[in-house]
């Protein structure tokens, strides 16, 4: 800690050496009004370390260049993961005020940085002579990768264009984050309260407790029951209630949010920010978005996309328009046609009806706690992981678990924490992101910098005293996570630019799908899968009718997602001159395509977090199912030798793909543990698109 940063320490605990619990922040000594002043001096600080690393008098070498500038900046990049992890999981409208206010400053810096003409010259220079360096793969990797970084940031721009793309990114960024909090605002806005029986009709019982838990939560009096905006009340909604009129007014709120005319609406925000972004991809020399994103992925094109995209889409369509008539068989007599917000509740009665599985019964078979126990389980007997709760360690919320993470000779292998359930001020869906990323030497010779890793979910909070239970499809969410949380724990590479989760787009959900399938193997489910109150097993009867119902509705989803695929790509890579109206625009793609109405988006695009939060996925939608075709071909390896667990092959996964981030070139990776290229045909069984055999 340096003497300015000792000055301020005692007034910000942001600026504090963080010493116990192996780095974690002091949570509840942090607050609002810390950010600014803290980031401010981060940024300076910062901005010191790569004039020192620009300017010094000796030659470029990899040490005192590419290896210098991944260190720098660690007060920065401490301050910043933990204000994104707040302000997703904790918001609070003191923090959204910060994010603000730090929106522009932060691109700028970024700005800077990647424009900063001495340092790239460095860079530039060790990159040019790359062949004579003697580098090993990883040091060669990561300058590759470092280069790329730069000049994806616009550092070979000259003149007006490098100040010009500056300020398009500085307004991007602002654009960001009135998008995500125009979404969060929306669905903390809205509440159906429930206040009789007939507004319960077909409501379950957990649904019930759960609704229930949520009004005490929110305040409202004794008896009333609340149905929010977030995802599992939505889903769940829409799957048990009766009350056709109050699907509609959920359906109709979850799928407008961000489109609602006011101080919310984001129509106009998406139309800016995809004019920006075509600004920059011009800039940079391609001819749309979609191609400037694309160009740093497997993929490599929209070509590419569009190809496997097309290969799902139609078959998902005809196993779609087979489920319609399932469904409208179901229907028969009530009086009115299958609509958008009729689908998952009548799904749910064929899913019982034809499969005898009901939704209620399966769920008390799957208490969150008892999953938990089988991520780590799981976790041990392929990598031999434990996971030891740390009830004293400071966290940003009570329903945060932290855990300590060990390999199976005792050594740290970094800190889990978990933060499962929904609640105001949190941004739905799921996700993983980390306070530290692995990496050595970031302190020095020798040293090894442990992850501090954060799974977070969305599903509902029970009430008091009872279990969470967990749908299968949620339990599905807490494993794909945990398959993230793995990717950052496993992470075994020098440089922090390279860890973790740190790949490219479409091959970061390998991992996170590949063990999905550890859900469904039977010895998990009979071990873990117990009912909450008898402690039973799943029996082996209801196994068989949950697998025999595994693939009903799976056109349904396969729709959805490859619609919201289709049409993300569709927006970045036309000229934003020919959109004139965002829903139009919208609703045209998918007319075009042939979506049928009673299926609709999974995300549409004025509350479409992954494409207008950030860039992150913006013309990648796409990735889950090129990863899909990735982790299906790689677990049929396990299904090849009967042994789910089979060490070896365990150890190969381990040591191909998630121990070595960005190390390596992710293609090879899958080569390295598969022994060839990926096969498509493996996820098309899995979904049950491939035709039915003669």
Same mark, same amino acid.
């Given at each position: 800690?340096?003497a300015?940063?000792?000055?301020v320490?005692?007034?910000?605990?942001?600026?504090?050496?963080?010493?116990?619990?192996?780095?974690?922040?002091?949570?509840?000594?942090?607050?609002?009004?810390?950010?600014?002043?803290?980031?401010?001096?981060?940024?300076?600080?910062?901005?010191?370390?790569?004039?020192?690393?620009?300017?010094?008098?000796?030659?470029?070498?990899?040490?005192?260049? %590419?290896?210098a500038?991944?260190?720098?900046?660690?007060?920065?990049? *401490?301050?910043?993961?933990?204000?994104?992890?707040?302000?997703?999981?904790?918001?609070?409208?003191?923090?959204?005020?910060?994010?603000?206010?730090?929106?522009?400053?932060?691109?700028?810096h970024?700005?800077?940085?990647?424009?900063?003409?001495?340092?790239?010259?460095?860079?530039?220079?060790?990159?040019?002579?790359?062949?004579?360096?003697?580098?090993?793969?990883?040091?060669?990797?990561?300058?590759?990768r470092?280069?790329?970084?730069?000049?994806?940031?616009?550092?070979?721009?000259?003149?007006?264009?490098?100040?010009?793309?500056?300020?398009?990114t500085?307004?991007?960024?602002? =654009?960001?984050?009135?998008?995500?909090q125009?979404?969060?605002?929306?669905?903390?806005?809205?509440?159906?309260?429930?206040? /009789?029986?007939?507004?319960?009709?077909g409501?379950?019982?957990?649904?019930?407790?759960?609704?229930?838990?949520?009004?005490?939560?929110?305040?409202?009096?004794?008896?009333?029951?609340?149905?929010?905006?977030?995802?599992?009340?939505?889903?769940?909604?829409?799957?048990f209630?009766a009350?056709r009129?109050?699907?509609?007014?959920?359906?109709?709120?979850?799928?407008?949010?961000?489109?609602?005319?006011?101080a919310?609406?984001?129509?106009?925000?998406?139309?800016?920010?995809?004019?920006?972004?075509?600004?920059?991809?011009?800039?940079?020399?391609?001819?749309?978005?979609?191609?400037?994103? =694309?160009?740093?992925?497997?993929?490599?094109?929209?070509?590419?996309?569009?190809?496997?995209?097309?290969?799902?889409?139609?078959?998902?369509?005809?196993?779609?328009?087979?489920?319609?008539?399932?469904?409208?068989?179901?229907?028969?007599g009530?009086?009115?046609?299958?609509?958008?917000?009729?689908?998952?509740?009548?799904?749910?009665?064929?899913?019982?009806?034809?499969?005898?599985?009901?939704?209620?019964? =399966?769920?008390?078979?799957?208490?969150?706690?008892?999953?938990?126990?089988?991520?780590?389980?799981?976790?041990?007997?392929?990598?031999?992981?434990?996971?030891?709760?740390?009830?004293?360690?400071?966290?940003?919320?009570?329903?945060?678990?932290v855990?300590?993470?060990?390999?199976?000779?005792?050594?740290?292998?970094?800190?889990?924490?978990?933060?499962?359930?929904?609640?105001?001020?949190?941004?739905?869906?799921?996700?993983?992101?980390?306070?530290?990323?692995?990496s050595?030497?970031?302190?020095g010779?020798?040293?090894? @910098?442990?992850?501090? %890793? =954060?799974?977070?979910?969305?599903?509902?909070?029970?009430?008091?005293?009872?279990?969470?239970?967990?749908?299968?499809?949620e339990?599905?969410?807490?494993?794909?996570?945990?398959?993230?949380?793995?990717?950052?724990?496993?992470?075994e590479?020098?440089?922090?630019?390279?860890?973790?989760?740190?790949?490219?787009r479409?091959?970061?959900?390998?991992?996170?799908?590949?063990?999905?399938?550890?859900?469904?193997?039977?010895?998990?489910?009979?071990?873990?899968?117990?009912?909450?109150?008898?402690?039973?097993?799943?029996?082996d009867?209801?196994?068989?009718?949950?697998?025999?119902?595994?693939?009903?509705?799976?056109?349904?989803?396969?729709?959805?997602?490859?619609?919201?695929?289709?049409?993300?790509?569709?927006?970045?890579?036309?000229?934003?001159?020919? %959109?004139?109206?965002?829903?139009?625009?919208?609703?045209?793609a998918?007319?075009?395509?042939?979506?049928?109405?009673? %299926?609709?988006?999974?995300?549409?695009?004025?509350?479409?977090?992954?494409?207008? /939060?950030? @860039?992150?996925?913006?013309?990648?939608?796409?990735?889950?199912?090129?990863?899909?075709?990735?982790?299906?071909?790689?677990?049929?390896?396990?299904?090849?030798?009967?042994?789910?667990?089979?060490?070896?092959?365990?150890?190969?996964?381990? /040591?191909?793909?998630?121990?070595?981030?960005?190390?390596?070139?992710?293609?090879?990776?899958?080569?390295?543990?598969?022994?060839?290229?990926? *096969?498509?045909?493996?996820?098309?069984?899995? *979904?049950?698109?491939?035709?039915?055999?003669?």
């Open positions: 800690m340096t300015q940063h000792r000055a320490s005692l007034a910000n605990s942001l600026l504090e050496d963080w010493p116990d619990c192996q780095g974690l922040p002091p949570f509840q000594r942090i607050h609002a009004e810390h950010f600014e002043p803290a980031f401010a001096l981060a940024l300076r600080a910062h901005a010191d370390e790569l004039g020192a690393i620009a300017s010094q008098s000796a030659e470029p070498d990899f040490d005192n260049t %590419i290896a500038f991944d260190r720098s900046g660690r007060l920065l990049v *401490r301050i910043e993961q933990l204000f994104y992890t707040l302000t997703a999981s904790v918001n609070t409208p003191e923090l959204q005020a910060v994010q603000r206010a730090m929106a522009m400053p932060l691109a700028a970024s700005n800077a940085v990647f424009m900063n003409r001495a340092l790239f010259a460095r860079v530039e220079s060790l990159y040019q002579r790359r062949a004579t360096l003697a580098l090993g793969p990883e040091r060669l990797r990561m300058l590759e470092t280069r790329l970084d730069f000049v994806r940031a616009g550092a070979l721009l000259e003149g007006d264009d490098r100040c010009r793309y500056a300020a398009l500085e307004r991007l960024a602002e =654009l960001n984050t009135q998008f995500a125009h979404v969060l605002a929306d669905e903390n806005s809205f509440e159906l309260q429930l206040r /009789s029986e007939a507004d319960l009709q409501l379950p019982g957990f649904v019930r407790d759960s609704a229930l838990q949520a009004a005490r939560e929110r305040g409202h009096e004794q008896g009333v029951h609340l149905i929010t905006l977030s995802r599992p009340a939505v889903m769940s909604f829409l799957s209630s009350r009129d109050l699907r509609e007014q959920v359906w109709r709120a979850w799928v407008s949010r961000g489109e609602q005319p006011g919310t609406d984001n129509r106009a925000i998406v139309a800016e920010l995809l004019a920006l972004r075509q600004q920059q991809a011009e800039l940079l020399g391609y001819a749309c978005y979609a191609d400037y994103a =694309l160009a740093d992925t497997m993929a490599g094109s929209r070509a590419a996309v569009q190809a496997l995209l097309d290969q799902v889409w139609e078959p998902a369509k005809d196993a779609a328009a087979r489920e319609a008539a399932e469904i409208e068989a179901q229907m028969q009530c009086g009115h046609a299958l609509q958008a917000w009729d689908w998952r509740y009548y799904a749910e009665q064929v899913r019982q009806t034809r499969y005898a599985v009901n939704a209620a019964e =399966l769920k008390a078979y799957f208490p969150l706690d008892a999953m938990v126990e089988a991520l780590f389980d799981c976790a041990d007997r392929l990598f031999g992981l434990r996971f030891e709760l740390l009830p004293e360690a400071p966290s940003y919320h009570p329903d945060v678990k855990y300590q993470v060990s390999d199976a000779d005792g050594s740290p292998r970094g800190l889990f924490l978990h933060d499962n359930f929904a609640r105001t001020g949190k941004r739905s869906g799921a996700w993983m992101n980390a306070l530290r990323w692995q050595r030497g970031m302190e010779p020798g040293s090894h @910098s442990l992850p501090i %890793i =954060l799974n977070t979910n969305n599903f509902a909070k029970p009430a008091v005293g009872q279990p969470a239970l967990l749908s299968f499809d339990a599905r969410t807490l494993f794909h996570e945990f398959g993230h949380g793995l990717h950052g724990l496993l992470s590479v020098e440089f922090e630019r390279l860890s973790g989760t740190q790949v490219l479409d091959f970061v959900e390998l991992p996170s799908q590949i063990f999905e399938h550890w859900l469904s193997v039977p010895e998990v489910l009979k071990r873990h899968a117990r009912h909450w109150q008898s402690g039973e097993p799943i029996s009867e209801m196994l068989a009718r949950l697998k025999a119902a595994e693939r009903f509705n799976q056109g349904y989803d396969t729709v959805r997602y490859c619609a919201s695929a289709l049409v993300d790509l569709a927006a970045h890579g036309v000229h934003p001159t020919s %959109i004139t109206d965002i829903s139009a625009f919208e609703l045209e998918m007319k075009a395509a042939g979506l049928p109405e009673a %299926i609709g988006l999974n995300h549409r695009l004025c509350h479409f977090q992954h494409l207008f /939060s950030g @860039s992150s996925y913006a013309a990648g939608y796409y990735v889950y199912l090129w990863a899909e075709v990735l982790d299906c071909d790689a677990y049929e390896a396990f299904a090849a030798l009967g042994d789910p667990f089979d060490p070896a092959l365990a150890e190969k996964l381990r /040591s191909c793909i998630l121990s070595v981030g960005n190390s390596r070139e992710p293609g090879q990776a899958f080569r390295d543990f598969r022994g060839r290229d990926p *096969r498509v045909e493996p996820m098309l069984r899995e *979904r049950g698109l491939l035709p039915e055999p003669i």
